[in-house]
Antibody, heavy 115, light 107 residues
């Protein structure tokens, strides 16, 4: 079964850091671009970052310089390092597979930035 | 930055046709994708490359494109179609963008 499972969310203070992970199974992870999409409570979807098969990352302007996306194909894993977190980063973070759109999504992990 | 514009809400009665539009300057050059999201669930891809339907998606959902506007059409709307719908595309720099989302209400 094709599956993505996010982890690493939690409560963090403003200015803090967090690392999200996404574990993939059921498909050839190294053959796909991967994405993070977030959604604040009651808000719409916001694309955060993506990484191609060659490891080239792209970022939304709202997170550029603060977030770093990487992948470890040997472990079928995707990582999002988040620094200088603020209230605006509070959201459910989804990991998604890129293939003619985002065709597989995880269930999400919740990040709450609050003192 | 690149933006995609959707109506906040669309309402239709069961059996009618719902049309949800998405406008963006780059849409003539970039494909659009549509996602359905029900409360408490992750989004589901329902249309890719403007008009293609993934396996398992009902035929009553279809996509079309004309100039700077793409449209998701749901024919013979059913109660189970009530959800939020998001369009998504990309710009030439490699960054992706979602529309603001449209809440479809089945009356």
């Amino acid at each position: 079964e094709v599956q993505l499972v996010e982890s690493g969310g939690g409560l963090v203070q403003p200015g803090g850091s967090l690392r999200l992970s996404c574990g993939a199974s059921g498909f050839s992870f190294s053959s796909y671009g991967m994405h993070w999409v977030r959604q604040g409570t009651g808000k719409g979807l916001e694309w955060v970052s993506s990484i191609g098969t060659a490891g080239d990352p792209y970022y939304a302007d709202s997170v550029k310089g603060r977030f770093t996306l990487s992948r470890e194909n040997a472990k079928n894993s995707l990582y999002l390092h988040m620094n200088s977190l603020g209230a605006g980063d509070t959201a459910v973070y989804y990991c998604a597979r890129g293939s003619d759109g985002l065709d597989v999504w995880g269930l999400g992990t919740t990040v709450t930035v609050s003192s | 930055s690149y933006e995609l514009t959707q109506p906040p809400s669309v309402s239709v009665s069961p059996g009618q046709t719902a049309r949800i539009t998405c406008s963006g300057d780059a849409l003539p050059k970039q494909y659009a994708y549509w996602y359905q999201q029900k409360p408490g669930q992750a989004p589901v891809l329902v249309i890719y490359k403007d008009t293609e339907r993934p396996s398992g998606i009902p035929e009553r959902l279809s996509g079309s494109s004309s100039g700077t506007t793409v449209t998701l059409t749901i024919s013979g709307v059913q109660a189970e179609d009530e959800a939020d719908y998001y369009c998504q595309s990309a710009d030439i720099s490699g960054t992706w963008v979602f529309g603001g989302g449209t809440k479809l209400t089945v009356l």
